[in-house]
């Protein structure tokens, strides 16, 4: 094991580079890249797209729009739903060279129940990411940016799975400190931050909302520094690992987030630039942070 | 059935070197040597591209993420790897102009090829060539592929204005050309010509790209006929390799990732 190697609620990773979820296809990418893909996988643990009960055919197109450095998304977690996605996507996910993360969103606490318990004893899962971007169909409250609702969500699920699990936080909780607290009480092994940011594009003639969706979230460089202040303020509540991301295109990128208190990095939107991404920020780590990834770097923006 | 018209592409970005950067009427070509790449990509697939330096900070504070291109024409370098690649592009945005200001010598940032060509006609069928402005990338390739086979397919353009159809000069042959204003060729779309030539002859496959409306018309008259065709998409994408579904368009089995899944896709799946 090379000396970035670390332990995630017990799961060790060759490395602290993850994908957010939804930013990388490895079964689409496989069919792109070959086994090169899989010889020079670039993350260090899988992270797949949500996966819901039933499949979901996503928003309807515009799906995209491109910002200052960044862009704005509507995609409407497109999935097979539970069933085919243990047929016809485990497998291929389970021959990745690295543990996998499966993300899970349940409409309800049912659903979302159903979806742990399914995925929960398999020797092919090593973690489990509970989206709560989500809204609570009795209550219309975002579960995860109520700090009640998303206790509620873990204590139901908390039971019936021994596999660690991470709660991925909203940016837009009031407090999202307040939210990863409150997942922490109700056992949740680690949290993960930023979701992206609520956005509205116009299209530039007809002001209409732009995208098929009509809202959609923002990511990339340009909420780096909402990322870095988040998982800052969430790492100083919790006692358990925080996965930081959110605009992450570099070793110093990835330092910077380790630095406030971060156990591992995701690259979401750097993956679309470059499917190498990851593979490319873990070298640019190494550099910075030779002794090992939990040492701290202080670093100064260049003026 | 046939291998899919896929070329696998290294799963990284490269760097390739600009050649030299051709103006043709209203469009650039871009040159680019790529050391590193396949030399057998399929015609119909395509790269993100992106300037290797200066990617940002023009219009609206943009480019940030790459753009697609069909490469329009290629030449294999000796020894088997790698190879000169096209791209004919249009100033439209931020991103084409970007990549239109490049001087050869400057790096061009790409990945590739990607999603999945075209496939010779089946059952005897002789290849019709349909592109319309831009979407005339792909055909010159395909163009360029059967004709060093021996197959000379009817090559049928359609271009804007005068301007635009300076693009017909790129082929081998002597296409066919239309354009909305009859500044050049025939004043007609070119679904007109399409329509006289599968008339006279139906036992034909249709290819074709170019603009939405084109390929819908493209689409409905070879359905009249009962002529197949393989119709390449154009989609905004983040990714081009099926990371961010962004690029979806709808199929007979729902939607379908332009990137992966096309963006070359017989019309009967097109829904």
Not at chain 1, 145 to 173: F, G, N
Not at chain 2, 57 to 70: K, N
Not at chain 2, 108 to 130: C, E, I, K, N
Not at chain 2, 214 to 225: I, K, S
């Amino acid at each position: 094991m090379s000396d970035m190697a670390i332990d995630l609620c017990g799961v060790p990773l060759r490395g602290p580079i993850l994908n957010g979820s939804g930013t990388f296809d490895a079964i689409a990418a496989r069919r792109a890249f070959g086994d090169a893909l899989l010889e020079r996988f670039p993350f260090d643990c899988f992270v797949s797209k949500t996966i819901t009960r039933d499949p979901r055919q996503g928003n309807p197109s515009p799906r995209l729009w491109e910002t200052a450095g960044g862009m704005v998304n509507s995609i409407g977690l497109p999935n097979k739903g539970l069933e085919r996605f243990l047929d016809l996507d485990l497998p291929e996910l389970a021959a990745l060279p690295v543990p996998l993360c499966v993300s899970v969103m349940g409409f309800s606490h049912d659903e979302l129940a159903a979806l742990v318990e399914a995925i929960g004893t398999l020797d092919a899962i090593a973690l489990i990411e509970l989206n709560l971007s989500c809204p609570n169909v009795e209550t219309g409250t975002l579960v995860g940016a109520d700090p009640a609702e998303t206790a509620a969500a873990v204590e139901r699920v908390r039971p019936l799975t021994a596999k660690p699990l991470i709660v991925k936080l909203t940016p837009s909780a009031t407090d999202p400190a307040a939210v990863a607290a409150a997942a922490e009480g109700a056992g949740a092994d680690a949290v993960s931050l930023i979701n992206t940011l609520k956005g509205m594009p116009l299209h530039p003639v007809t002001r209409e909302p732009w995208l098929g969706g009509r809202t959609g979230g923002l990511s990339g460089a340009a909420v780096r520094v909402v990322a870095v202040e988040q998982v800052a303020a969430v790492a100083a509540r919790v006692e358990i690992p925080v996965i930081g991301m959110g605009g992450v295109a570099s070793g110093r990128d990835a330092a910077d987030l380790l630095a406030v208190g971060a156990t591992a990095v995701a690259v979401g939107t750097e993956n679309f630039r470059d499917p190498a991404a990851g593979r490319r920020i873990s070298a640019e780590l190494a550099a910075i942070v030779p002794a090992n990834a939990s040492q701290r770097v202080k670093q100064h923006q260049a003026s | 059935m046939p291998a899919e018209p896929r070329t696998l592409a290294p799963p990284e970005r490269r760097i390739a070197e600009v050649k030299r950067v051709e103006r043709i009427g209203a469009y650039d070509l871009i040159v680019a040597r790529d050391p590193i790449g396949p030399a057998d990509p399929r015609p119909g697939q395509f790269y993100m591209l992106a300037a290797g330096e200066r990617w940002g900070g023009g219009g609206d504070e943009r480019p940030y993420l790459p753009r697609a291109f069909s490469f329009a024409r290629i030449r294999p370098l000796p020894g088997g790897q790698g190879a000169d690649l096209s791209f004919l592009l249009e100033d439209v945005g931020p991103g084409t102009r970007r990549l239109g200001e490049l001087d050869a010598g400057e790096p061009l940032a790409l990945l590739g090829p990607l999603g999945v060509g075209f496939t010779r006609p089946g059952d005897g069928r002789r290849p019709l060539l349909v592109g319309g402005g831009i979407g005339a990338a792909p055909i010159l390739c395909w163009d360029d592929e059967l004709r060093a086979e021996g197959i000379e397919a009817p090559v049928l353009l359609g271009f804007r204005s005068a301007g635009h159809a300076e693009a017909a000069a790129l082929f081998a042959g002597t296409p066919d050309v239309s354009t909305d204003d009859g500044s050049a060729g025939r004043r007609a779309l070119v679904t007109e010509p399409l329509r006289a030539e599968l008339e006279q002859d139906p036992h034909a496959t249709v290819y074709a790209c170019g603009p939405e409306p084109m390929l819908d018309a493209v689409r409905d008259l070879c359905a009249d006929l009962g002529v197949p065709a393989q119709l390449a998409l154009e989609a905004g994408m983040a990714c081009g390799y099926g990371a961010c579904f962004g690029c979806v368009v709808a199929t007979v089995d729902g939607y379908a990732r332009v990137c992966v899944d096309g963006p070359v896709f017989a019309a009967e799946q097109l829904a």
